[in-house]
């Protein structure tokens, strides 16, 4: 198995990220325009953390350290489908609590009711449903609050 090296983005990793997101679930669905996800990607509030697989980048992660009820906030999650299957977002999930571990209580995350395998994901990864919004996005569809205690 390749090593996964994790490092904040770079400004030309900040563009791949932006494309990759507005090119996957559940961003295709909640119709989530790349100029949208540029602007996430390039906001200074947030931290963005790339992983990497022989210095190419294969995942993203931001998070927003000011976050929910006073922890942090996974805002976003991808990986690129050709190294998907790899652990890659198990290591940036991984990676996020390490970061947070001794200064936050948790760390939350939403994820669309229709984006069942996410779900299964983040479950299996030690996250709980605490919550929802519904047709918080789009109507019909809702957003499930998800917290890990770190």
Same mark, same amino acid.
């Given at each position: 198995?390749?090593?996964?090296?994790?490092?904040?983005?770079? @400004?030309?990793? !900040?563009?791949?990220? %932006?494309? $990759? *997101? =507005?090119?996957? #679930?559940?961003?295709?669905?909640?119709?989530?325009?790349?100029?949208?996800?540029?602007?996430?990607?390039?906001?200074?509030?947030?931290?963005?953390?790339?992983?990497?697989?022989?210095?190419?980048?294969?995942?993203?992660?931001?998070?927003?350290?000011?976050?929910?009820?006073?922890?942090?906030?996974?805002?976003?999650?991808?990986?690129?489908?050709? @190294?998907?299957? !790899?652990?890659?977002? %198990?290591? $940036? *999930? =991984?990676?996020? #609590?390490?970061?947070?571990?001794?200064?936050?209580?948790?760390?939350?995350?939403?994820?669309?009711?229709?984006?069942?395998?996410?779900?299964?994901?983040?479950?299996?990864?030690?996250?709980?449903?605490?919550?929802?919004?519904?047709?918080?996005?789009?109507?019909?569809?809702?957003?499930?609050?998800?917290?890990?205690?770190?």
């Amino acid at each position: 198995m390749d090593e996964i090296i994790i490092k904040p983005g770079t @400004y030309p990793e !900040r563009q791949w990220a %932006a494309r $990759l *997101l =507005s090119e996957s #679930e559940p961003w295709l669905t909640l119709k989530i325009s790349c100029e949208q996800c540029l602007k996430v990607c390039h906001d200074p509030e947030f931290q963005m953390y790339i992983a990497h697989i022989n210095h190419n980048p294969c995942g993203v992660i931001i998070i927003d350290p000011r976050g929910m009820a006073g922890s942090p906030y996974i805002k976003s999650v991808a990986v690129d489908p050709e @190294y998907r299957n !790899r652990k890659i977002g %198990a290591a $940036l *999930l =991984s990676y996020a #609590e390490n970061e947070y571990r001794g200064r936050a209580r948790s760390i939350f995350l939403c994820v669309s009711s229709f984006n069942i395998q996410a779900q299964k994901f983040y479950i299996s990864h030690g996250f709980i449903h605490i919550g929802e919004l519904k047709d918080y996005i789009i109507p019909g569809e809702s957003e499930l609050i998800m917290q890990k205690k770190i």
